[in-house]
């Protein structure tokens, strides 16, 4: 369902800001209108839908406008044009009593450099959301107790901002976000000023978090790792417009120009793709229908050396080797359970490739790619290769559907 | 022979202060609500017991300007130096004058300077006015001042406020503006109300920085007191004026070091409170 739709919406900076509108409309670039008329276009005509629940990113470099439309979204700068609806109602154009109100209960915003009141203890940071809707003391100190639980600070409340670390800091802000119960969490490079090893934590602690909360996250990043970990869907920016809206994956490998291609570029691809993204359609042999030699003739045709063998339902039961399969014809046995090897390194659908990578370089068979115990896929070393390389990824479910059909 | 006829500005200054000692009503009006703060502050400073007051600012020193024992000792052998040359009473009255220029200008000052900080054209209105209210001579504040409140006290307190308010105003000002804009958009984004993000988030921020506006504020009317004596104003400042037309460098000295003293205790104690406050 869609929780926020936004509409051609646009900001541009300056004195007289229409002027550049009937410009944007000719669709003159960002650079033509600062030199024909002075003017900044902050955000250029954006449009885009977040679904309920969803951790939708927006990414782009400094200056690419992100950190504006941000803040377009809940009005801290005021829209030249467009429209912003939550749910049906238009933000862009509310009075500001009701703008106030969506603030209070709907919207939440975590900034940057943490934006918080230095002279107010951690818990009372916590609680000024809900001290400006002019709630009781009691129960805002239970709903200030409660989020800092949440976000592993219990035993701080009486701290000072000061005498945290950023990370624990950044914690105080998405618990005081977190404190007016809001639908939607606004976070504008909320882990940027984290350091590399903090920021990973909190982005999985956010992910957690996202798991049983289930808030409709607008997260702005330049961080294209991070994009692609948190993100359910990612939108790149450049000079205030929108250049690609997709999944980390349709991004990852269907850029939708040089500049996503760049950006895409340098991206850790091992920790992005997972098992299912780089295994093959498995050969298997059923040893409950079928005997020794069905299953060499099988590997004969594929010229493999060992084979998966599964059970009807495709559960998966361990590998067998040619050479001991021969050996069983050799003396004339029908059934080859016997020397079936159930310790085969086994890998699960969503398991990261940089997982996958140190399991296999480990083993002599293909890796078995499972799912619920179901043989799914298998591994070799060539096909991650290639994958890390940028080529053949699997992004589609047509091989795992196949196999398993 | 001069080019151009000098511009007569001498006579439009005296034809608007004449004028304006039509609005005498007004000028009563806050002459006695100077003359009513003044009184009071004298009243309640009076009634303290000297003992009281040489061993309770000592130690009021001591537990708002940084538990220093050095300072401390200092203010008690300054009052106590202060009471000894006999200069309790002047120095009284002229408390009183300092601090009730320092309250006017508090008042005015700080409301002042919030609009002036959420205006940039207030702001560009303020900024030539407050220089000139620090650059004009002090002396020439003299002159309206005893146009419209005549001799005395309160016209001293009126220069002193002139004088002494431009810092309050300018670093409530600066205080505001200097709040990061991040935590002011934090205060927005939660759904603040002007006045909740005014009261709950910008004078809080800004705190430090107002108070060492009053800070300079209190030492600039300190620096009045002399030249307000010339008007009439009584206490310490009339001892040295006095001392001055007499040529007398003893007792000018003397009423000199006591000002000083005073100014040492006031300036410690209001930046001590400061301190505290950023500490806190």
Do not use: C
């Not at chain 1, 063998?309 to 059934?335: N, Q, T």
């Not at chain 2, 000028?27 to 003359?35: D, G, K, Q, R």
Request: hydrophobic share 45%; net charge negative; no cysteine.
């Amino acid at each position: 369902m869609t929780k926020i739709r936004v509409e051609d919406l646009t900001k541009v900076f300056g004195k007289k800001p229409q002027r550049a509108l009937s410009l944007l409309k000719e669709n003159k670039t960002k650079g033509e209108i600062l030199e024909a008329t002075g003017l900044t276009v902050g955000v250029n005509k954006a449009s885009f839908d977040v679904n309920e629940g969803e951790v939708f990113v927006i990414m782009g470099l400094s200056g690419s406008g992100k950190s504006t439309l941000v803040r377009l979204l809940n009005r801290l700068i005021e829209p030249t044009s467009g429209a912003v609806y939550l749910d049906d109602k238009n933000l862009a154009e509310m009075d500001e009593k009701t703008l106030r109100t969506v603030r209070r209960r709907d919207m939440s915003m975590v900034f940057q450099n943490f934006g918080l009141f230095p002279f107010r203890s951690i818990q009372s940071n916590v609680e000024f959301g809900l001290e400006i809707q002019g709630l009781g003391r009691e129960e805002r100190t239970q709903k200030a107790i409660e989020a800092l639980k949440l976000v592993g600070l219990e035993g701080y409340e009486n701290m000072l901002p000061d005498e945290l670390s950023g990370g624990m800091q950044q914690r105080v802000g998405l618990a005081r976000a977190l404190a007016n119960d809001p639908e939607i969490l606004l976070m504008d490079e909320a882990f940027s000023a984290l350091d590399p090893l903090i920021r990973k934590d909190m982005q999985d602690e956010l992910l957690d978090l996202q798991q049983t909360m289930k808030r409709t996250i607008i997260f702005i990043t330049h961080d294209l790792d991070e994009a692609l970990r948190i993100g359910d869907r990612i939108t790149i920016m450049k000079d205030g417009a929108i250049v690609q809206i997709g999944t980390p994956e349709e991004i990852l490998t269907n850029p939708a120009n040089n500049y996503v291609e760049k950006f895409v570029e340098d991206v850790d691809r091992s920790k992005v793709y997972t098992a299912q993204n780089v295994m093959a359609r498995p050969e298997s042999v059923q040893p409950e229908r079928e005997g020794p030699r069905v299953a060499l003739q099988r590997m004969r045709q594929s010229g493999i050396s060992s084979i998966y063998a599964i059970r009807r339902d495709r559960e998966l039961l361990g590998i067998v080797h040619a050479s001991e399969l021969s050996k069983l014809v050799d003396e004339g046995k029908d059934d080859f359970s016997e020397v079936i090897r159930t310790d085969v390194p086994r890998v699960e659908l969503h398991t990261p490739v940089s997982e996958v990578i140190d399991i296999i370089t480990d083993s002599s068979v293909p890796a078995a790619v499972v799912q619920d115990g179901k043989l799914r896929g298998i591994i070799i070393r060539s096909s991650v290769l290639s994958a890390l390389s940028g080529k053949e990824v699997n992004l589609d479910e047509t091989i795992s559907e196949s196999t398993s059909s | 022979m001069k080019l151009f006829p000098s511009l007569p500005l001498a006579e439009w200054v005296e034809a608007l202060v004449d004028w304006l000692t039509n609005a005498d009503l007004l000028f009563e009006a806050i002459e006695m609500l100077i003359s009513f703060i003044l009184t009071a502050l004298q009243t309640v400073m009076e009634v303290v017991p000297i003992p009281v007051f040489i061993i309770g600012i000592p130690l009021l020193t001591f537990f708002f300007a940084g538990r220093k024992i050095g300072l401390t000792i200092f203010v008690f052998l300054g009052l106590f130096l202060i009471d000894n040359l006999g200069f309790w009473e002047d120095m009284l009255i002229m408390l009183s004058l300092v601090l009730a220029a320092t309250i006017i200008s508090v008042v005015v000052g700080i409301p002042l300077g919030i609009w002036m900080s959420k205006s940039n054209t207030v702001e560009m209105i303020m900024k030539p006015i407050l220089d000139f209210m620090q650059t004009l001579p002090q002396f020439v504040y003299l002159i309206p001042a005893v146009a419209f409140f005549g001799i005395g006290m309160e016209p001293g307190v009126i220069a002193s406020v002139i004088f002494g308010m431009p810092p309050t105003i300018r670093l409530t000002n600066l205080g505001i503006r200097e709040v990061s804009t991040e935590v002011i958009e934090a205060a927005d984004a939660f759904g603040s109300t002007p006045s909740q993000k005014l009261y709950k988030v910008q004078l809080p921020m800004a705190r430090t920085t107002i108070m060492a506006g009053v800070n300079q504020t209190i030492m600039l009317s300190l620096s009045m007191v002399v030249i307000a004596s010339m008007i009439g104003a009584d206490g310490l400042g009339d001892i040295v004026y006095a001392a001055v037309g007499r040529n007398d460098v003893g007792s000018g000295f003397e009423a000199g070091i006591a000002i000083v003293i005073v100014a040492i205790i006031l300036d410690r104690l209001t930046s001590g409170f400061q301190l505290k406050q950023k500490k806190k």
